[in-house]
């Protein structure tokens, strides 16, 4: 059997359950606003996480690598495991951020991530310690172990990145399906004034949101895990995600919170004799 469908066997095994609900506890510790924005990478228009993993990941393989070349490496290999140790905090909080805004069989993929990184950490940390008291044999051995552990839990979280798309734009390719040309959606009576309703363009969801006679229309799936925009809330001239609470203007697409971090799509909308029409913006140049 195939890692890939051993790991989709952890995505249904139930007795994780109870570690995924002490998880979520400890998440929901996370400050929410700024911090938590940060944290998931709204300000970069990507996720945090996987750009501060690199730095633990980065500095234990040195030292590995440092371990087995020849000559006396031992100090600066020694400084690049602390290095790793220092870093692994900010990769840690900005793991959890994402993770307790993702699918159940995510978070089950993502407790046991979570558990052998854990695991890496200390054997990183028993390396550090062994190298301290000149047991170099040890540092070596424990920091080697270490990397395979660290090897095992990153192929967990590709699978929940790249086999899951946790973190991707998962409404990227709805722009692809809008035809060329304006289209219409239905009366401007049709739509609630000062709130928000949906619509569809030869089956891609729009988003609709009315201001007496006029209208702004965006593509209507959540970036984040897809969900359906026009069940959610228009706030300050925002419209908030049904699923997780992300939040976005609703003139320009922008992120505004959370745990989002890519864009919506905006249409152009226009009312033509009482009918609301929209195409997809035509680029600048």
Same mark, same amino acid.
């Given at each position: 059997?195939?890692?890939?469908?051993r790991?989709?066997?952890i995505?249904?095994?139930e007795?994780?359950?109870?570690?995924?609900?002490?998880?979520?506890?400890?998440?929901?510790r996370?400050?929410?606003?700024?911090?938590?924005?940060?944290?998931?990478?709204?300000?970069?228009?990507?996720?945090?996480?996987?750009?501060?993993?690199?730095l633990?990941?980065g500095?234990?393989?040195?030292?590995v690598?440092?371990d087995?070349?020849?000559?006396?490496?031992?100090?600066?290999?020694?400084?690049?495991?602390?290095?790793?140790?220092?870093?692994?905090?900010?990769?840690?909080?900005?793991?959890l951020?994402?993770w307790?805004?993702?699918?159940?069989?995510?978070q089950?993929v993502? /407790? &046991?991530? +979570?558990?052998?990184? =854990?695991?890496? #950490?200390? !054997?990183? %940390? @028993?390396?550090?310690?062994?190298? $301290?008291?000149?047991?170099?044999?040890?540092?070596?051995?424990?920091?080697?172990?270490g990397?395979g552990?660290?090897?095992?839990?990153?192929?967990?979280?590709?699978?929940i990145?790249?086999?899951?798309?946790?973190?991707a734009?998962?409404?990227?390719y709805?722009?692809?399906?809008?035809?060329?040309g304006?289209?219409?959606?239905?009366?401007?009576d049709?739509?609630a004034?000062?709130?928000?309703?949906?619509?569809?363009?030869?089956?891609?969801? /729009? &988003?609709? +949101?009315?201001?007496? =006679?006029?209208v #702004?229309? !965006?593509? %209507? @799936?959540?970036?984040?895990m897809? $969900?359906?925009?026009?069940?959610?809330?228009?706030?300050?001239?925002?419209?908030?995600?049904?699923?997780?609470?992300?939040?976005?203007?609703?003139?320009?697409?922008?992120v505004?919170?959370?745990?989002a971090?890519a864009?919506l799509?905006?249409?152009?909308?226009?009312?033509?004799?009482?009918?609301?029409?929209?195409?997809?913006?035509?680029?600048?140049?």
């Open positions: 059997m195939r890692l890939g469908e790991i989709r066997g995505e249904r095994d007795r994780l359950d109870p570690a995924v609900s002490r998880m979520k506890r400890l998440a929901e996370i400050p929410s606003g700024a911090v938590r924005d940060a944290l998931h990478g709204v300000q970069l228009g990507h996720p945090t996480h996987p750009i501060l993993v690199q633990p990941i500095t234990w393989m040195a030292a690598l440092l087995m070349l020849p000559g006396d490496h031992r100090r600066s290999a020694h400084a690049l495991v602390n290095a790793g140790l220092l870093t692994t905090l900010p990769s840690v909080v900005s793991g951020a994402d307790s805004q993702q699918h159940e069989r995510q089950r993502g /407790v &046991v991530h +979570a558990a052998a990184n =854990g695991v890496g #950490t200390l !054997l990183f %940390g @028993a390396s550090s310690l062994a190298r $301290a008291r000149g047991r170099e044999g040890w540092g070596k051995f424990l920091a080697l172990t990397v552990i660290i090897g095992f839990s990153g192929s967990l979280g590709g699978h990145a790249y086999y899951r798309a946790a973190g734009n998962s409404a990227d709805l722009a692809d399906l809008v035809p060329d304006w289209h219409d959606l239905g009366p401007l049709g739509f004034d000062g709130g928000l309703d949906g619509g569809d363009v030869d089956g891609v969801p /729009v &988003v609709v +949101a009315r201001t007496g =006679g006029s #702004t229309a !965006l593509l %209507g @799936a959540c970036p984040h897809g $969900a359906p925009l026009a069940e959610g809330e228009r706030v300050d001239e925002c419209v908030r995600c049904p699923w997780h609470g992300s939040e976005f203007h609703l003139d320009d697409g922008m505004v919170h959370g745990p971090t864009s799509e905006t249409l152009e909308a226009s009312v033509v004799d009482g009918r609301v029409m929209v195409r997809l913006r035509e680029p600048e140049e």
